[in-house]
């Protein structure tokens, strides 16, 4: 049974109500035809129940925009949805992809993370090229996917709204990494689901590092929305030296202030008893919340982003296959995920839209239930990182 409107209906009594399902929710694929948008396909996703998001296939099939009933989830950022033809890859010392940086999911890797770097690049076995460098947040995000596929498929009773796609990271004498992306939602639901594999087509081995940048702006994102976490240790804070001049800890959001910098934090997290982490934040003012729920076992580390300028007012959920210590660091400790050829990983994400007091309760007291976060909003850090699983460098 699906429920729509208040309804139970069944596959025959949807039938029987329109001619077509796309009068209750469906997948639409358009393409974009203005600015420096243009000439980008987007995927449309209603699933009838109030939830509505586009998946931008020419920018890694990121989702670019997430609407609950009308009101908006996702951050729009001053750049807008960019062609990525227009991406500068090299640019700006590595932070040009700020130039691009915009909407509710931005893919990070898929063979670097975090801030621009060269690190050692002999093991793909080219004389000519001994250091690869990496802009900031690697290149994935602004890469066009390959659609293999969307659409709606009943199963039983059940419909599913999906889309899939390939994304391809390759040079000659350097990585080739693939992403497989699968996105779906029921139709009557709430709740955006994401499944990725990388694979290593190539057959030399290749470093990996990826993480989910997901941000969230107003109205969500408000003044008093509080952010919830199974927080053990705050571990790192980048703005430690101006740790309370602001005025704005991790766990509760400011309006938009002028002059605000950014800041980040490394959580240390705890899993439930399935090993699954969810992180959520909330508005009480509205009842309303989006949780984002990853597994502890793929991405084993959780950065907060608080961006609380005015004109690029967003929070960022952002959970991670390592440290925010980055590429040399994750190398030298041991804990760079080395793929060999043919090897894959795998993570999965749920977007989970939490509507009414109710849900907003019942998400805290889960939270709250794997591990109570810090009381102070000023946690001092610990700046111990757990040691994570990885290789040696493979030369």
């Not at 009101?71 to 729009?76: C, D, L, N, P, R």
């Not at 999906?162 to 699968?182: C, D, K, M, P």
């Not at 805290?364 to 111990?384: K, Y």
């Amino acid at each position: 049974m699906t429920m729509l409107f208040g309804e139970d209906l069944t596959r025959e009594a949807i039938r029987r109500r329109s001619g077509q399902l796309r009068a209750y929710g469906g997948v639409r694929l358009v393409e974009l035809a203005d600015g420096q948008e243009r000439g980008i396909r987007l995927l449309e996703f209603r699933s009838g129940a109030g939830l509505r998001f586009t998946v931008a296939v020419d920018r890694a099939m990121d989702i670019d925009e997430v609407e609950w009933k009308g009101a908006s989830i996702g951050w729009q950022g001053p750049t807008g949805l960019r062609n990525p033809a227009l991406h500068e890859p090299e640019g700006e010392g590595g932070f040009g992809w700020a130039r691009s940086f915009s909407g509710f999911l931005v893919t990070c890797g898929m063979d670097h993370i975090l801030g621009p770097e060269e690190v050692d690049a002999r093991h793909y076995n080219y004389p000519g090229v001994q250091t690869a460098r990496h802009g900031l947040h690697g290149r994935v995000a602004n890469l066009p996917a390959r659609l293999t596929g969307y659409g709606e498929r009943w199963e039983g009773e059940r419909c599913i709204l999906w889309a899939e796609g390939q994304i391809r990271q390759a040079a000659t004498f350097a990585e080739h990494l693939v992403l497989y992306r699968r996105i779906e939602v029921d139709l009557g639901g709430h709740e955006i689901r994401l499944s990725d594999r990388v694979v290593n087509e190539g057959f030399q081995p290749a470093p990996h590092m990826f993480f989910y940048h997901v941000n969230l702006g107003a109205p969500l994102l408000g003044a008093g929305a509080r952010y919830l976490a199974p927080i053990r240790e705050v571990l790192w804070a980048g703005h430690e030296t101006r740790y309370r001049d602001q005025g704005v800890g991790y766990a509760r959001m400011s309006a938009p202030q002028t002059d605000f910098a950014e800041q980040v934090w490394q959580h240390d997290t705890a899993g439930d008893a399935a090993g699954e982490v969810p992180v959520a934040l909330v508005n009480d003012r509205l009842a309303l919340g989006l949780q984002v729920t990853t597994r502890k076992d793929q991405m084993p580390c959780l950065y907060q982003w608080q961006n609380l300028q005015a004109g690029a007012y967003a929070l960022g959920i952002e959970p991670s296959t390592h440290h925010v210590l980055g590429n040399s660091a994750a190398r030298a400790r041991g804990e760079m995920i080395w793929l060999s050829a043919g090897e894959a990983r795998a993570y999965d994400a749920r977007f989970t839209v939490l509507d009414g007091a109710p849900a907003l309760q019942a998400a805290e007291a889960r939270i709250a239930a794997i591990a109570p976060q810090p009381a102070d909003d000023f946690p001092p850090p610990s700046g111990r990182f757990p040691p994570l699983t990885g290789r040696p460098q493979p030369f």
